[in-house]
């Protein structure tokens, strides 16, 4: 069981060693990107059917117990944050192999690739916020990597922006921690739960504005998120992808996680604040999206706007607005990686990312138009797609909490969602190719388009059949609203019956 | 019902298939699936008649308590059956009418689609699956515009439509998740059954308003009617199909479907009165400044929603029953008008009616198609729609107002009846861009077999009355409603009225030619009222974003990391003052030592020399000092390990520092930007200083829990065999940390590899076209 836990993230971690030495060989250098990508889906597949099963599980590395160890904690979130990425890793793997260019792999993209989702999966899984730290750490320098990889001027540019600014959440972060760890005399998430409620709950809530700045910059909220349009449609697509998708979601999960174990002392105050900023950073980013005319850049800024709604399910800070804001992660996260990979395909074909430079598409690839219609559609929110769905339950959850005027502005965000969306559908798909574009003939590679199909699948499934989904929600809603189980597991029972005397159970 | 539905779906996605293998003939074959439905729900009638109406509930989402719940009771037996009946017509229209377009296959996708889904509509018994078929509808409606989708146009005439239905649906779906928390339940017919619960709730006036918005848009009733004409750039069998006889009618649906639920209030009654009020009259009077065919019998078509909408808001027996049958009749003179002005066009080469004239030889059949429909249309005997509308004024009798709006509004369908059905075809000399000839019979049968309906439901209304009619009233009305349907009414005032209504429109025809001319060159090129609010509205939106995309997208990094820090000090001062976050600090210089200020006073000084310094060198040594400075801190607080790891880092950076900088070109160190910026980043950046400094304070003001470090201490050497303690904690008690960060400097060394190495793919031909125009314009 220990073994399965560890695995997402030391089975990359030596996937990319191996890789390493193989430098150069780029054909057996693919063979096993790939498939080791497969394998640790498969595990990730294993690790969220075990917690279904058995409950929360908890490795204690080195044999200490926690809190004086590191603990590796997978309840339902974390599992199913590591499946996720398991399924990223795999789709952008196999696209990879057409779009990517050998130059970059000579530079070491592979093993770069499988570093990144080691860190990520480092991210969900760890019990323990200094740990926490470490994985962003990671996460950020191979992603930072895999940025500027190729030293294009763009990439350069963007790539200053994106590390000045996560670094400088990296610092707060560890300020915050070293400031928590003096308050608290400890590390372990499921201790501090435990511990921060004798701090007092002025100076527990003003740390826990460090922490949401560290986090929300890495989730990319407003008004920290400038880094996110200014570089995520430099790299090539199947690395903007993988950032679309998932980069963000370590930052709104953690901001999850912490926003619901550890700062809570104060929830009319901090949830009342994510509130807030959460309906701002969905107008913000919508309107970003609006002005612009590049299909990267419009995506990435409905990055921005999409977190809104995941951190407005978090603000509601009830089982279903919880929940709610894991099931819109989700969609999100395949919606939009997958736009991602779709607008690789229509730049084979077209040759560019440029609206004004695209077209004719409808015409000459339904297939491709097909697929755009199934993600672009579920992202802004339209039944029965994925997105329908998860708009409509952070919605439910927001008339739950009575919060109208959040509803009304997610609303309407999603009609402006449409209008991007529609944008790039007019541009590319339905005009003429503008004169001097010719679409390049014969079909894109099938290894481009397996990956997107099995997205969209995705997005159809949870669409179409979304009870399972929303059963693992549920669940996930529960947890994270009462985080006993998660203090039981990882300290024992004596310090759960602590916790709930404490009054943390909600 | 759901197989019935997946049929639907099933077939839509096999028909491009079909059509592949077909080709011309396929529309014949398709048909029949529509056929087959329209006898499934023929086969019904009997026992929704008898008051049963068929129910089927599968379980689809329960945590959300959202199910596959069909109920057809009569109101959604008359719906099933106009968009199963009139959809088989229009599967063969579009065969012939679109007979050679290479975009057939997808055509037919999206028609069955459109269908599966409208029939979804009317049969859902749960909120939330009626508003998944809606959006459905709305969504095959914008792919049926844009059609032709190389037109700008069109294009943008299938946004506009999207929009304005989904900005609506918006709404609705607002409305039904409030109306679900009101009444606990998403199930339609349980809503029905608990009218007083909804009613009398709080919330009330707003669910209905939100509702209301999602039918007013989808049923383009003014403020939102503009979209509808516009649609008209679909093609024929669409604007027939969706645009007249089923899709628009999806609003006055709803509000039927609803009306025992929320009507019967004053709010009901005013806000669908005066808007369906404002419908007719806006229609009718825009109705005046058309030519276009099709566009005519657009703006009729609103008139008679606006009708719908009225009639519902009334609420009487006798207006509701006028409702069905007004509906029933519309839908089956509308549809083959606008199949017959789409044959005109197909085979004559135009919609201006002022450009057509005699095809009534060449085009025979189509005329009679069009004539019989265009009497119904007109509201003359013996047609349905005769009976529709005397039984309209008959619901209004007592509101002269909205009465006399009707006949005015009633005059102008004649004229367009006339402009559409008669002008046209009638006369001796032929005026046509084309040569005309008569359509193929696919295009025949469909206008040819709904007229003739319209006729025998009008000579004989008790076809319909008993199993389509009164069980369709009765839903509407919640109660049973036994009513009898003629022909010849007697000599009543409705008669008269009918007589007054066609009097004007016949003078208004007659005149057509004299008046319009002038209208047109007055008030053709006005755009005001809402669309042009709609348009400005996007304007000023797309600007607004534009502006504020500029304002908060710097470019500068500057700005990045000063808008980080202030968010940063301004949040979390924030909240330190208003919630006592700093009430442990503890202000207790007492017991330093005078060199201890003395480092404090040597690192604050290398720091004011790093802020004031043009010069590089002078910088990295200054700060090269603060480290040093920090590090001696380290020493004397009894940090000896920390300390000397300190001084290595920093004896490194700054060598490795020096070294970089010297090479750079001698700009890069100019202080940008004026005075007031460096003074706000300092400011900033010290309030930043005196944040950490304060909280630092704050959390050292509390008792220390070392409960870590005496675990540390006491288990390091017997149970993980290493004295230093920090080695230990580094190598075993937090090994993956230790782990990670090894990892981290690793993948940062491949990463300045990587850096250091040249650019991309100079004279790389395969990587010269993967990055045509790469990234970031």
């Given at each position: 069981m220990s073994a399965l836990l560890v695995a997402p993230v030391v089975w990359p971690l030596a996937t990319a060693a191996i890789l390493v030495l193989l430098q150069g060989r780029l054909p057996i250098q693919r063979t096993l990107s790939t498939a080791s990508a497969a394998v640790q889906l498969a595990l990730a597949a294993v690790l969220l059917a075990r917690v279904a099963t058995q409950g929360i599980l908890v490795v204690q590395f080195g044999g200490w117990d926690a809190p004086f160890g590191i603990s590796f904690v997978a309840d339902h979130l974390s599992a199913v944050m590591v499946l996720v990425n398991g399924i990223m890793g795999t789709a952008v793997a196999v696209y990879a192999l057409r779009d990517l260019d050998a130059d970059r792999e000579r530079l070491g993209y592979h093993p770069m690739f499988h570093v990144l989702l080691a860190g990520v999966n480092g991210a969900f899984l760890t019990g323990d916020l200094f740990n926490l730290y470490v994985w962003f750490e990671l996460l950020l320098i191979a992603s930072f990597v895999l940025l500027t990889l190729g030293n294009r001027r763009e990439q350069l540019e963007g790539g200053i922006k994106y590390v000045a600014a996560n670094l400088v959440a990296s610092m707060l972060l560890l300020t915050g921690i070293g400031l928590l760890y003096g308050a608290t005399g400890t590390l372990n998430m499921a201790d501090l739960a435990l511990k921060l409620p004798l701090v007092p709950d002025g100076l527990a809530t003003t740390l826990a504005m460090i922490f949401l700045v560290a986090f929300g910059i890495k989730a990319a909220i407003f008004p920290l998120f400038f880094w996110l349009p200014a570089s995520y449609h430099t790299p090539p697509v199947a690395i903007s992808a993988l950032f679309g998708g998932m980069l963000t979601k370590v930052g709104v999960y953690a901001l999850l996680r912490g926003f619901t174990l550890l700062f809570v002392a104060d929830v009319a105050l901090t949830h009342g604040l994510l509130a807030w900023i959460a309906g701002i950073t969905m107008v913000v980013g919508v309107l970003g999206a609006a002005a612009q005319t590049e299909f990267r850049k419009i995506l990435s800024f409905h990055i921005v706007s999409q977190i809104g709604y995941m951190v407005m399910g978090l603000a509601f800070f009830t089982p279903l607005g919880l929940g709610g804001a894991v099931f819109y992660m989700v969609h999100n996260i395949f919606a939009k990686a997958n736009l991602f990979l779709i607008a690789g395909i229509a730049r084979w074909y077209a040759g560019s990312f440029e609206l004004k430079k695209l077209g004719g598409l409808y015409r000459h690839r339904p297939l491709l138009a097909v697929l755009f219609v199934i993600a672009a559609f579920s992202l802004a929110g339209f039944p029965p797609l994925s997105g329908f769905w998860a708009k409509l339950v952070v919605i439910r959850a927001g008339f739950e909490v009575q919060a109208w005027p959040l509803v009304a502005v997610s609303l309407s965000v999603g009609l402006l969602t449409l209008y991007s969306m529609t944008k790039i559908w007019l541009a590319a798909f339905w005009s003429p190719a503008p004169a001097g574009v010719e679409l390049r003939a014969g079909p894109a590679p099938a290894l481009l388009y397996a990956p997107v199909v099995a997205l969209a699948l995705l997005t159809l499934a949870m669409g179409f059949a979304s009870a399972p989904f929303f059963a693992l929600a549920e669940r996930i809603g529960a947890e994270l609203t009462d985080p006993t189980g998660y203090v039981r597991a990882v300290l024992g029972e004596a310090a759960a019956a602590a916790f709930v005397a404490q009054g943390g159970a909600r | 019902m759901l197989i019935a539905l997946l049929l639907a779906f099933g077939a839509a996605l096999v028909a491009p298939w079909v059509t592949g293998r077909l080709g011309r003939s396929a529309g014949w074959l398709l048909a029949l699936l529509p056929a087959g439905l329209t006898l499934y729900f023929l086969s019904l009638g009997p026992r929704v008649a008898a008051g049963e109406p068929l129910v089927q509930r599968v379980s689809w989402v329960p945590q959300l308590g959202v199910e596959l719940a069909f109920r057809v009771d009569g109101l959604a037996l008359l719906f099933g059956l106009l968009i199963?009946?009139?959809?088989?017509?229009?599967?063969?229209?579009?065969?012939?009418?679109?007979?050679?377009?290479?975009?057939?296959?997808?055509?037919?996708?999206?028609?069955?689609?459109?269908?599966?889904?409208?029939?979804?509509?009317?049969?859902?018994?749960?909120?939330?699956?009626?508003?998944?078929?809606?959006?459905?509808?709305?969504?095959?409606?914008?792919?049926?515009?844009?059609?032709?989708?190389?037109?700008?146009?069109?294009?943008?005439?299938?946004?506009?439509?999207?929009?304005?239905?989904?900005?609506?649906?918006?709404?609705?779906?607002?409305?039904?998740?409030?109306?679900?928390?009101?009444?606990?339940?998403?199930?339609?017919?349980?809503?029905?059954?608990?009218?007083?619960?909804?009613?009398?709730?709080?919330?009330?006036?707003?669910?209905?308003?939100?509702?209301?918005?999602?039918?007013?848009?989808?049923?383009?009733?003014?403020?939102?009617?503009?979209?509808?004409?516009?649609?008209?750039?679909?093609?024929?069998?669409?604007?027939?199909?969706?645009?007249?006889?089923?899709?628009?009618?999806?609003?006055?649906?709803?509000?039927?479907?609803?009306?025992?639920?929320?009507?019967?209030?004053?709010?009901?009654?005013?806000?669908?009165?005066?808007?369906?009020?404002?419908t007719v009259l806006a229609a009718t009077l825009l109705t005046l400044l058309q030519r276009d065919s099709k566009r005519l019998l657009a703006y009729s078509t609103i008139v008679a929603l606006g009708t719908m909408v009225l009639l519902i808001g009334v609420g009487t027996p006798a207006a509701i029953k006028a409702m069905v049958v007004f509906l029933f009749a519309h839908a089956l003179y509308k549809a083959p008008l606008f199949m017959a002005a789409g044959s005109v066009d197909h085979e004559a080469g135009s919609r201006d009616v002022t450009r057509l004239a005699g095809l009534g030889r060449s085009m025979p059949w189509t005329w009679l198609a069009a004539g019989l429909a265009g009497i119904s249309a007109a509201g003359l005997p013996p047609m349905l729609g005769f009976i529709g509308k005397e039984l309209a004024y008959e619901g209004l009798m007592g509101a002269p107002w909205l009465l006399a709006g009707l006949i005015a509004a009633g005059a102008v369908l004649l004229l367009v009846a006339v402009q559409v059905a008669w002008v046209p075809f009638a006369g001796r000399t032929v005026r046509a861009p084309k040569a005309p000839h008569e359509a193929p019979p696919s295009m025949l049968v469909g206008p040819l077999a709904l007229a003739a309906l319209g006729l025998t439901f009008g000579l004989v209304p008790g076809l319909v009355q008993d199993g389509l009619m009164r069980p369709a009233a009765a839903a509407v009305l919640g109660a049973p409603y036994a009513f009898d349907l003629y022909l010849w009414h007697g000599l009543t005032l409705a008669l008269g009225l009918s007589l007054l209504t066609v009097s004007l429109g016949v003078a208004l025809a007659a005149t057509w030619r004299r008046w319009q001319p002038l209208l047109l060159a007055r008030f053709g090129g006005v755009r005001v009222g809402p669309v042009a609010v709609y348009e400005g509205g996007w304007r000023w939106l797309l600007r607004f974003a534009a502006l504020q995309t500029r304002f908060v997208q710097s470019d500068d990094l500057r700005h990045h990391l000063t808008i980080i820090v202030a968010f940063t000090v301004a949040l979390t001062g924030g909240v330190a003052l208003w919630r006592g976050g700093l009430e442990s600090m503890v202000w207790a210089p007492s017991g330093a030592y005078l060199h201890e200020f003395l480092y404090f006073a040597v690192i604050l000084l290398a720091t004011a020399t790093v802020v004031r310094s043009h010069s590089r060198l002078v910088v990295i040594t200054s700060l090269g000092v603060v480290g040093f400075g920090v590090a001696f801190v380290f020493v004397l607080f009894a940090a000896p390990d920390l300390a000397i790891t300190q001084f290595l880092v920093d004896t490194l950076v700054v060598i490795i520092a020096a070294l970089v900088l010297i090479r750079l070109p001698s700009s890069a160190l100019r202080g940008e930007g004026g005075r007031d910026i460096r003074w706000l980043s300092g400011a900033v950046a010290i309030a930043g200083g005196a944040l950490i400094t304060g909280l630092l304070l704050a959390v050292t003001g509390l008792p220390f829990d070392g409960a870590l470090t005496r675990f540390f201490e006491a288990n390091s050497y017997p149970a993980a065999n290493g004295r230093n303690i920090v080695n230990v904690i580094l190598v075993d008690f937090r090994a993956v940390d230790t782990l990670a960060e090894v990892v981290v400097l690793a993948v940062a060394a491949g990463g300045v590899g990587a850096l250091l190495r040249r650019r991309l793919g100079r004279g790389d031909a395969d990587a010269a076209r993967r990055e045509p125009d790469g990234g970031a314009q």
């Open positions: - | 199963a009946g009139i959809g088989t017509f229009v599967a063969v229209y579009a065969g012939g009418y679109l007979a050679g377009d290479r975009q057939l296959p997808r055509f037919y996708l999206l028609l069955f689609s459109f269908m599966a889904a409208m029939l979804g509509v009317v049969t859902s018994d749960d909120l939330i699956l009626l508003f998944v078929f809606w959006e459905l509808t709305s969504i095959t409606s914008f792919f049926l515009i844009g059609f032709q989708h190389e037109s700008e146009e069109s294009r943008a005439n299938a946004l506009q439509g999207l929009f304005v239905t989904a900005g609506g649906g918006l709404a609705m779906l607002a409305g039904f998740v409030l109306l679900g928390s009101m009444a606990g339940t998403y199930r339609i017919s349980e809503l029905l059954a608990s009218p007083a619960v909804l009613v009398e709730h709080p919330a009330y006036p707003l669910a209905l308003a939100l509702v209301a918005l999602g039918a007013f848009t989808k049923s383009a009733q003014w403020p939102f009617h503009f979209w509808l004409p516009n649609a008209m750039a679909a093609p024929a069998p669409v604007s027939s199909y969706l645009h007249s006889a089923t899709m628009v009618k999806a609003g006055v649906y709803l509000l039927a479907r609803l009306a025992p639920a929320l009507g019967g209030t004053p709010q009901w009654f005013w806000l669908l009165t005066l808007v369906g009020g404002a």
